[in-house]
């Protein structure tokens, strides 16, 4: 492994543990805190930056961010978020510590089998350089179908309205970390061209969407932490990881077999997600409490 390849996973890996970090502790803050309506978004954001726990998992999360664009000049899209699925180990202790989460055989079963699918993406690839060329047409469509299908989850009602929404909000932070992934390579030609670049203002459009929609997801979900996590880790990388392969040409494998493993580990994931999602947790329960 080049040292250049083992800065840019080293960064992804940091940046795992401050999305988490981040995910937790906001987690933490809106439950019983201030209420997120998406209709009055500038209300909502006052509210929030007024909860001090929830800024400072805020800052975490601007943290984990900014070292993940960094780590997109070093390494290609598909290989960073693999490693950025390594979040999933932080986020199990972490829900257990800091929400007093139980876990379950399924909780464990499922969070194992997605992050070994997610980080075997990442093996056989072949693709070691940082890939930010894209084709404008291809790149359009997979953003717009995106957003589409994430529109359509937000308004899902009764009982799988959390996973709903846990889905939505990784689907358009996945969409969101394959355009920052375009615009290291627009950066290449100049500031400038980024800043006149419509693909900077999608970007922002749909991180701050996902943004709207996960703090959503979390108030919402409070007996179901960790589920709400994984669902849209999950959504996020296996979304981002296909653009990789799809739009920015990373290798799916250096050889048929390596190309059929990939595609079970999907098929993989998919399975994980179906584990994860019915599981109810009581992530604030406490024996003083429950007494």
Request: net charge negative; glycine share 10%; with cysteine.
């Amino acid at each position: 492994m080049s040292a250049h390849l083992a800065l840019g996973l080293g960064l992804a890996l940091a940046s795992a543990f401050l999305f988490n970090l981040s995910y937790m502790l906001q987690h933490q803050a809106l439950d019983g805190g201030p209420s997120v309506d998406i209709v009055h978004p500038l209300a909502t954001v006052k509210s929030l930056f007024e909860d001090k726990p929830w800024l400072i998992g805020t800052v975490a999360g601007a943290g984990g961010f900014v070292i993940h664009g960094v780590a997109l000049a070093f390494a290609p899209l598909s290989l960073v978020q693999a490693f950025l699925a390594s979040g999933l180990a932080f986020a199990v202790p972490m829900s257990v510590h800091m929400t007093g989460h139980v876990l379950t055989r399924r909780d464990t079963i499922g969070a194992t089998v997605m992050t070994s699918a997610l980080v075997l993406l990442a093996v056989g690839s072949g693709s070691h350089e940082s890939t930010n060329s894209f084709d404008t047409l291809v790149l359009g469509s997979v953003t717009a179908g995106t957003v589409i299908i994430s529109v359509l989850l937000v308004f899902v009602r009764g009982e799988r309205r959390v996973e709903a929404l846990s889905f939505a909000g990784g689907l358009l932070f996945g969409i969101s970390d394959a355009l920052i992934n375009a615009l290291v390579g627009i950066l290449k030609e100049g500031f400038v061209t980024l800043l006149v670049s419509p693909w900077l203002w999608i970007c922002v459009a749909t991180h701050l969407a996902a943004f709207f929609v996960w703090q959503r997801a979390l108030q919402e979900g409070k007996s179901k932490a960790l589920v709400t996590v994984v669902l849209m880790t999950a959504s996020t990388n296996v979304l981002a990881i296909g653009a990789g392969f799809l739009v920015f040409g990373d290798s799916l494998g250096t050889s048929p077999a390596w190309q059929a493993v990939h595609i079970a580990c999907f098929a993989a994931v998919a399975v994980a997600t179906w584990l994860l999602a019915p599981a109810q947790v009581a992530a604030t329960v406490r024996e003083a409490e429950a007494a």
